[in-house]
C-alpha cells in the first residue's frame, strides 16, 4: 500500500518496553521515523525536542499520568495523539479525548487499525479545513450551501441534523465524544443527560443516510464514548 | 369491681400482700390489660355493698321476723355469704358471715336489739353459721382463683403460640430478638433486652424492646447478663441468685448449649417475679434458644453449602483455564518457535499461516481473559452500572460490526419495531451482553445458516431475541447454561468456558432483567433477554418522537 505519510515522525510514549519494540519494528517498516520516551516526563521533554508529527501516547504511565502528559502537550502543541488503553476504562478514553487526544486505540490492537488511525490523524492535519466539499463516495457535503447530496439526490436535514453531519464529517475518520459533539451542535449549554437527544438526532440522521441503520456505513457508534464518521477511501 | 377483688386475692400471700399487690398493679402481670387496669389494693367497695345487702335484707326481714322461725331467718342470712363467696372472694364472704351473725343476734335473737344472747343454743347456730361461710367462702374463692389461674396460663399459651408461630417464619435473626423482646416487654409491661455474645464470646446488648434505657446500670446488667450466660440459670430479683437487683435474667438455652440472656428490667421498690410469670419467661426463653439455634444451623448450612460451591467453582475455574488458556498458549509459542528456529524451511503461505495461528490463539486469550476478568468483576460488585439513553437499533448495530468477521457465512437479520424502545442502562453493558449472546449463536450454529435478531417491546418490558438454527439444547441444559463454567453436553467440543452466559445473567439481572433460552421452533435455540422498560422511558414521547428539542423545520 502506498502511503503518502511516509517519513512522518511518530513519538511513542509507552512505559512497556515489549509494546514499544512492537511499535517501533512494525511503524518502523511502514517507514514512519520513531522516536521513544518510557515516561511521561521524558515524553513531554522529546515531544518538545523532537517536533514528532504524531504522539502514540499510553495512558498508564509510571511517573505521571498520561492524561497529564497530553494536558501538557496541549498548552503548547496541536500535534496529533492517539491514546492507547486498556479496554475497560470509558471514561479515561472520553477524558483524553476530550482533553484534545485526537483518537483512542485499545489494547490489546491490532496493527492494521493502529496504522489506520494514525494515517487519519495525520491526514487530517495536512487536510486545511477550508475546503467546501467534503466528498465521501457517494455522499458530498457543500458546506458553502449548506447542503447535502447523497447518490446525487439532494437530502431534507434539519438544520441540527445538518450541523451534526458537518461536525462529525470535518472529523471524518476520527472519534468524536458525545460532549464534544453536544457543545459544537448545540452551543455550551448542555446537560449530561442531553445526550439522549443526540442519539434521537444520530437515529434521524442514519434513517435518511444509511440504507441499513443497524449496519451504518457512515456514521459508527463507539460505544460508551461517541461516534464516528467513517471515511472509506 | 369483682375482678379487682379477684386481682388483689388470688395473688396475696400472707407475707407482703400488698407491695406484691402494688407491684402487680403496675405490672400487670395480668395477662388482660383490663384486669390489671382496674385492680387496687384493697377494694371497700364490696364491703360496702355487702353491709348495704345486710341492711336491707334486715330491714325487710324485721317486721316478719317475729312470725318466722330463726333458723330461717339465719339461712336467709346465708345469701349474701354465698354471693359475696361466689363473686368477692373469702374475705368479703367472712366478712358477710361475720355482719350476718351480729345482725340476726341483734335484731332476731331475743333480747332483741341487744348482742346479748339469752339462750345459749344460740351461739351453736353462730359457729355452725360461721363455719359454713367460711367454708362456702373460701370453696368458692379457690374455685375462682383456680379459673383465674387456668385463664392466665390460656393467655400465656397462647401468646407462646403466637410467638413461636411468629419465629419460625423469620429468618434474620436481628429481628427474630426484636421480636422476642417487644412481645415480653408487651406481656409483662417491662422493658426487655436480649445478650448475645459476640465472635470474641463477649456478651453484648443485641436487642431490646423499645423504650429500653440502658441508663447507669448497663455494667452491672451485664455482670450479671454474664454470670446467667456461663451458669445456664436464672438470677435476679425472686431467683436464688443476685436476689438484690433490679432485674431478672433468663438464659436462652436449650438442651445443649446457652445461647443468650434475656434481661428483664424490674421497677426499684417492687418485689420478686411471681413463678407462673417466671415460668412464662423461662418458656419464652426457651422458644428464643430454639429458634437462635434453628437460625444458627440454617446459617452454618448456608456456608458450608456456599463454601462447597466456590470450591466446585475453583475447580471449574482452574479446568477450564488450565485447558482453555493453555490451548492457544501453546498454539502462539509453537508457532513463534517455528518461525524463529525455522526461518529458512517456510514457504511464505506457511509463514502466513503460522501468524494466523498466532494472532487467532492470542485472541482467543484475549477474549477468555475478558470473560475472566468480566466475572470478577460481577462476582465482585465492582461492575457500576453507567445509567444512559440507550437506543436499542444503536446498540444492536453495534453488536452486528463487532462479530462481523466472525460470523463468516452466517446470515444475521435483524427486525425492530416501528418505534425502536429507549432503555435507561449501560450501554457499553448492554452491548458486551448482545454480542456474548450473538456470538453463541453464530458459535454454535452450522455455517450458511440464519440467525434472527428481534426486539419486541410492550408496556413493561422490551425483549430482544436471537434465534438461531443451532444444534439446540435439551431441556436440562436450557437452564443451567447461564451458570459459571457450565457447557452444555452437546457442545463440549467446540471451545469455551462456559463463562460468556454467565456474565450475560449478570448482567440481565443488574439491570432488573432476565435472559432465558427456548427451543426454537425451526430447531436451534431462541435466546430471549427481557428487560424493564422504566417509567421514564414510557413517558418520555420526545425520546421516540425526538422533535422537541429545538427547531426543527427541514431546512
Redesign the interface.
Known amino acids: 500500500m502506498t502511503n503518502p505519510d511516509n517519513g512522518a515522525r511518530i513519538l511513542i510514549i509507552d512505559d512497556e518496553p515489549q509494546i514499544r519494540k512492537l511499535l517501533k519494528v512494525t511503524l518502523q517498516a511502514h517507514r514512519f521515523d520513531i522516536f521513544e520516551a518510557s515516561a511521561g516526563e521524558e515524553g513531554i521533554l522529546q515531544a518538545s525536542v523532537s517536533h514528532p508529527d504524531l504522539i502514540v501516547l499510553d495512558l498508564g504511565l509510571p511517573d505521571i499520568s498520561g492524561m497529564d502528559v497530553l494536558l501538557r502537550i496541549r498548552e503548547w502543541s496541536s500535534v496529533p495523539v492517539i491514546v492507547l488503553t486498556a ?2 476504562r ?1 471514561e479515561d478514553k472520553i477524558a483524553a479525548l476530550d482533553s484534545g487526544a485526537d483518537d483512542y486505540v485499545t489494547k ?1 490492537f491490532g496493527m492494521g487499525e493502529l496504522l489506520a488511525r494514525i494515517r487519519v490523524a495525520l491526514r487530517h492535519v495536512a487536510k486545511s479545513a477550508n475546503e467546501p466539499v467534503l466528498e465521501f463516495g457517494e455522499l458530498k457535503i457543500d458546506l458553502a450551501h ?1 447542503s447535502v447530496e447523497l447518490h446525487g439526490e439532494r437530502l ?5 441534523e ?1 450541523d451534526l453531519l458537518k461536525v462529525l464529517a470535518l472529523s471524518a475518520g476520527k472519534v468524536i465524544t458525545q460532549r464534544q459533539l453536544l457543545q459544537q451542535v ?1 452551543g455550551g449549554h448542555h446537560h449530561e443527560s442531553d ?3 443526540l ?6 440522521l442514519r434513517k435518511k443516510l444509511e440504507e441499513d ?4 456505513k457512515f456514521i ?2 463507539e ?2 464514548i461517541g461516534y464516528r464518521f467513517l471515511s472509506r477511501d | 369491681m369483682e375482678r379487682s377483688r379477684n386481682g388483689k386475692h388470688t395473688i396475696i400471700s400472707k407475707r407482703g400482700r400488698s407491695r406484691i399487690g402494688e407491684w402487680f398493679r403496675r405490672k400487670a402481670v395480668f395477662v388482660r390489660e383490663d384486669e390489671a387496669g382496674t385492680s387496687s389494693i384493697f377494694s371497700w367497695s364490696p364491703y360496702v355493698w355487702i353491709t348495704a345487702l345486710i341492711g336491707l335484707l334486715t330491714a325487710v326481714l324485721h317486721p316478719f321476723g317475729l312470725f318466722l322461725d330463726p333458723v330461717n331467718i339465719a339461712l336467709i342470712y346465708l345469701i349474701p355469704v354465698l354471693l359475696s363467696a361466689a363473686y368477692g372472694g373469702i374475705g368479703p364472704s367472712f366478712y358477710a358471715a361475720l355482719l350476718g351473725v351480729l345482725a340476726f343476734d341483734f335484731f332476731f335473737v331475743p333480747p332483741f336489739l341487744s348482742f346479748t344472747v339469752a339462750d345459749l343454743r344460740y351461739l351453736i347456730s353462730f359457729a355452725v353459721f360461721l363455719a359454713v361461710a367460711g367454708l362456702t367462702g373460701s370453696l368458692a374463692a379457690r374455685l375462682k382463683q383456680q379459673l383465674r389461674f387456668s385463664k392466665q396460663r390460656e393467655a400465656h399459651t397462647a401468646s407462646l403460640y403466637e410467638l413461636s408461630r411468629q419465629m419460625s417464619a423469620i429468618t434474620d435473626i436481628h429481628s427474630l430478638l426484636a421480636n422476642v423482646t417487644r412481645k415480653v416487654s408487651e406481656m409483662i409491661q417491662t422493658q426487655a433486652a436480649i445478650y448475645l455474645p459476640d465472635e470474641h464470646d463477649e456478651l453484648r446488648l443485641t436487642a431490646a424492646s423499645p423504650g429500653h434505657s440502658d441508663g447507669g446500670q448497663s455494667e452491672s446488667e451485664r455482670m450479671i447478663a454474664k454470670w446467667v450466660f456461663q451458669h445456664g440459670e436464672a438470677a435476679g430479683k425472686g431467683s436464688g441468685v443476685l436476689r438484690e437487683t433490679s432485674g431478672f435474667y433468663v438464659p436462652l438455652r436449650t438442651e445443649d448449649r446457652v445461647y443468650g440472656v434475656l434481661a428483664i428490667k424490674l421497677e426499684k421498690e417492687s418485689g420478686a417475679i411471681p413463678p407462673d410469670t417466671r415460668r412464662l419467661l423461662e418458656a419464652l426463653g426457651g422458644l428464643a434458644a430454639i429458634a437462635i439455634a434453628r437460625l444458627k444451623l440454617t446459617e452454618e448450612a448456608r456456608i458450608a453449602h456456599l463454601s462447597a460451591e466456590s470450591e466446585k467453582l475453583r475447580t471449574a475455574l482452574l479446568d477450564s483455564v488450565s485447558h482453555e488458556l493453555r490451548t492457544p498458549l501453546a498454539t502462539i509459542i509453537g508457532s513463534a518457535t517455528g518461525l524463529i528456529e525455522g526461518d529458512k524451511l517456510f514457504s511464505p503461505e506457511d509463514r502466513l499461516e503460522l501468524l494466523a495461528a498466532i494472532r487467532d490463539g492470542a485472541l482467543r486469550m484475549n477474549r477468555l481473559v475478558a470473560n475472566l476478568l468480566g466475572m470478577v468483576k460481577l462476582e465482585s460488585g465492582m461492575l457500576q452500572l453507567r445509567k444512559k439513553w440507550c437506543d436499542l437499533e444503536d446498540i444492536i448495530g453495534v453488536v452486528l460490526a463487532q462479530v462481523k468477521d466472525f460470523q463468516q457465512h452466517r446470515e444475521i437479520n435483524v427486525k425492530l419495531p416501528e418505534r425502536v424502545p429507549v432503555l435507561l442502562g449501560d450501554e457499553v453493558l448492554l452491548e458486551q451482553m448482545l454480542v456474548n449472546v450473538v456470538s453463541n449463536s453464530i458459535k454454535y450454529s452450522p455455517d450458511y445458516s440464519r440467525i434472527a435478531i428481534s426486539v419486541k417491546a410492550d408496556e413493561d418490558n422490551v425483549e430482544i431475541s436471537v434465534a438461531d438454527s443451532g444444534v439446540g439444547l435439551s431441556a436440562a441444559d436450557r437452564e443451567r447454561i447461564f451458570e459459571k463454567f457450565y457447557r452444555a453436553g452437546r457442545t463440549k467440543h467446540i471451545p469455551g468456558t462456559g463463562l460468556g452466559l454467565a456474565i450475560c445473567k449478570g448482567i440481565a439481572e443488574l439491570h432488573g432483567g432476565t435472559i432465558s433460552a427456548q427451543p426454537n421452533v425451526e430447531g436451534g435455540t431462541v435466546m430471549t433477554i427481557a428487560l424493564p422498560q422504566n417509567e421514564e422511558s414510557r413517558r418520555n414521547p420526545s425520546l421516540q418522537e425526538g422533535r422537541n428539542y429545538n427547531d426543527d423545520e427541514p431546512g
Open positions: 479496554k475497560e470509558e490489546p449548506r431534507k436535514l434539519t438544520p441540527t445538518y448545540w445526550s439522549h437527544y442519539r434521537v438526532y444520530i437515529g434521524h441503520p443497524t449496519r451504518p459508527v457508534t460505544p460508551g
